[in-house]
């Protein structure tokens, strides 16, 4: 009541459907798009002015980052990969906690209601996507995960000849406890025997 008013059109298909068509039967505010693809889909991003994405369950975050492409502001869910997506919540994006859909409504109810500010996210969101290219994509590859892989396997082999080294450490104090043990078992034993042998004698005569 006294908000912005929208229509929220949901695009995409699934076992829910068929719940939600109920849930909003009547509402003329409400329109199911079905399942989209290639230019079709292109075409209602395009022509949205806000993206909802309330999934908590989403692992990559498709979906935003396709709107952000589009210059659309997205209003998200802070679960999963979208918090990787939308690192500066607020500047290029909107985060919302999760299960918080009053949050949630009233982040798209202000950007509904505020052209400038939905610009501006959309705009934000759209040089933010960008680093998500090719070509960026590549330069982190190169630049930050080889490295990281490279520094993983010297530590890696590092740790191996650590090892190796206190093996051999151990097989080498195993070895000569065993010797130190059989030279004890062999020359004491001679030498306890023969000191019985010379103190029997001198015991008997007492």
Not at 24 to 39: N, T
Not at 97 to 107: C, H, I, L, T
Not at 119 to 140: D, H, I, L
Not at 169 to 178: E, F, H, K, P
């Amino acid at each position: 009541p006294g908000g912005a008013r929208a229509r929220l059109a949901i695009v995409g298909d699934g076992p829910q459907r068929a719940q939600l068509e109920a849930e909003f039967a009547g509402d003329p505010g409400v329109v199911f798009m079905g399942l989209m693809r290639g230019r079709e889909l292109s075409e209602a991003y395009a022509s949205a002015d806000v993206l909802l994405m309330p999934s908590e369950t989403e692992t990559l975050g498709f979906v935003a980052l396709e709107a952000m492409a589009s210059g659309v502001p997205v209003v998200a869910v802070a679960a999963g990969g979208l918090t990787d997506i939308i690192t500066e919540p607020g500047r290029t994006g909107l985060l919302y906690p999760p299960g918080d859909y009053e949050a949630a409504a009233r982040y798209a109810s202000g950007l509904v209601a505020e052209p400038a500010r939905r610009r501006e996210v959309g705009a934000n969101g759209r040089r933010e996507v960008e680093r998500f290219g090719w070509a960026a994509a590549t330069r982190k590859i190169r630049e930050s995960q080889y490295v990281r892989a490279i520094r993983v396997a010297r530590y890696k082999l590092r740790f191996k000849r650590l090892i190796r080294r206190v093996r051999w450490a151990g097989l080498w104090r195993w070895a000569v406890g065993l010797v130190a043990l059989a030279w004890a078992a062999v020359f004491g034993g001679k030498r306890a025997v023969g000191g019985g042998g010379g103190g029997g004698p001198g015991g008997a005569a007492a």
